[in-house]
């Protein structure tokens, strides 16, 4: 994928993804369920709040994203 397509998917590159997210303070302290949970949580708030559909959609890519990655990542073991 290239990183126009991910730009537009997720609002940023999969490698900023595993950088700020998957790698993030709360994902090694209380695991990247707890990450996806925050993302779902925020988003809940977005669509609250009126946010623009583009970035609930964005926010709800990334947590797809790190649910994938975690998936693939129990399987290979």
Avoid: H
């Avoid at 490698?15 to 993030?24: A, G, L, V």
């Avoid at 959609?57 to 998936?71: D, G, P, T, V, Y």
């Amino acid at each position: 994928m290239t990183d126009y397509a991910e730009t537009k998917m997720y609002g940023m590159s999969v490698e900023s993804i595993r950088m700020q997210y998957m790698n993030s303070i709360t994902a090694k302290l209380s695991g990247q369920e707890m990450v996806v949970m925050s993302i779902l949580s925020d988003v809940q708030e977005l669509v609250a709040m009126g946010g623009r559909p583009e970035t609930v959609r964005k926010q709800l890519n990334i947590a797809k994203f790190i649910l994938c990655e975690m998936q693939d990542a129990k399987e290979s073991v």
